[in-house]
């Protein structure tokens, strides 16, 4: 399937336009930071109260997510259990026994034919947030590292390695931007989405460096700003028909996929789009920027008579 059957688009000559773009998206994440005061951490973070309840029948989990929202338990995140609930809150209430009270009123509101019981209620520490955020902080340093030393030992480049790892931080740190502006609470999930965005935006990537590598062979007369740009020609209409498939999916779980996997949609969602962005406009053109720099100090070398130019 062919979307663009033919393009002669020139990418490296308009680099900079989209160096400006991706620059504006970074300050945007800068801002909202800034004006959100930081990211809003959720109770695998922060800490807080959790509560695990079982019913007599089967339960809607948007009706129960309803009557909370109702009550004044404050942020929350609820997952099923059989035929009963885990509810996780910000320590918002004073007490368990408060955070229990208001749970059930809110419960027995809309089910009062529905006989709740409470299996356990219990303090999240703060102490566990903490590991959880080292861990991810680990997550995301080995698998930025492991990237960079597979491309590297693949293209035999470690230029082609730190090109490929610096569009992902592009992208995993722009979505998580959009996380911040979107005022979306920072959780397991979040972080399980923004590795999901990294391995599909390496994997974007190698497609396009393999054919750029191809063609290094094939045309090595060329000028590399040709081969570049006629790679990513050559592989552009597979790289819009792939991304379109993965938005049309992350599209269909947002919007039917109900409240539990919202966020992690709407995350796939906008690092799909970046993720193409990145592939095509950063790290080629930071290839490109690369080699001639290279090219440059070769010619001052040349000129001051430290090598041969033979």
């Known amino acids: 399937m062919q979307i663009l059957k033919s393009s002669n688009i020139d990418f490296i000559g308009n680099r900079r336009k989209f160096f400006l773009i991706s620059t504006f998206m970074l300050l945007l994440t800068i801002v909202a930071f800034i004006y959100r005061g ?8 922060t800490g ?10 089967e339960i809607e989990l948007q009706d129960v997510r309803s009557a909370l929202e109702r009550s004044n338990i404050g942020l929350f995140e609820l997952q099923t259990s059989g035929k009963g609930i885990i509810i996780r809150a910000k320590k918002s209430v004073s007490s368990q026994e408060e955070f229990k009270n208001a749970v059930e009123s809110a419960i027995e509101e809309i089910f009062p034919s529905n006989l709740m019981t409470v ?11 903490t590991y959880l955020s080292k861990q991810a902080l680990y997550a995301f340093f080995f698998a930025f590292l492991g990237m960079i030393v597979y491309v590297a030992f693949r293209f035999k480049s470690g230029v082609w390695g730190v090109a490929s790892v610096l569009g992902i931080i592009h992208d995993v740190v722009i979505s998580f931007g959009f996380v911040i502006v979107a ?10 989405a923004l590795l999901t965005v990294a391995g599909y935006s390496i994997n974007d990537t190698i497609v396009l460096f393999d054919r750029i590598k ?16 006629r790679s990513i020609n050559e592989v552009l209409s597979r790289t819009v028909v792939t991304s379109l498939t993965v938005f049309i999916v992350a599209a ?4 039917f996929g109900g409240e539990v996997i919202h966020t992690f949609a709407y995350i ?24 001639q720099r ?5 010619k001052v070398a040349i000129k001051k008579g430290y090598i041969s130019s033979k």
Do not use: H, W
Not at 219 to 229: M, Q
């Open 294 to 298: 290279r090219k440059n100090r070769l």
């Open 183 to 192: 005022d979306k609470e920072v959780n397991i999930t979040v972080i399980a």
């Open 48 to 57: 807080g109260i959790l509560m695990q309840a079982s019913f007599q029948q």
């Open 252 to 255: 269909s779980l947002f919007f």
């Open 38 to 45: 930081g990211p809003k951490y959720g109770t695998d973070f």
């Open 214 to 229: 191809e063609n290094l062979r094939l045309l090595a007369k060329e000028d590399f700003a040709k081969i570049i740009n």
């Open 119 to 129: 299996d356990r209620v219990e303090y999240v520490g703060p102490s566990v947030g």
């Open 268 to 291: 796939m969602i906008i690092g799909t789009v970046l993720g193409v962005f990145s592939t095509l406009f950063i790290c080629t053109p930071i290839l490109y920027e690369s080699e």
